[in-house]
């Protein structure tokens, strides 16, 4: 077999890991709800949990609700 075998010490590897570049997604990346980005049901729940939580800071006198699991 022909080919070139690169060979990377942990070194650079580690320096790669903190680049600017590795962590800004490839701009042709393709959306995928769930896998490259948040599923739609997921930005649904983090809605109403922010929703939830800016009515509760709005009223401090009340006490908090405990729901049966």
Known sequence: LAGTHIIYDHKFLLECKNSPVARTPPCCLPQIPGVTS????????????????????????????????
């Open 38 to 69: 948040l599923a739609q049901s997921s930005l649904v729940k983090l809605e109403e949990l922010k929703e939830q939580n800016e009515s509760k800071e709005a009223m401090p006198g009340e006490q908090p609700r405990h729901t049966a699991p």
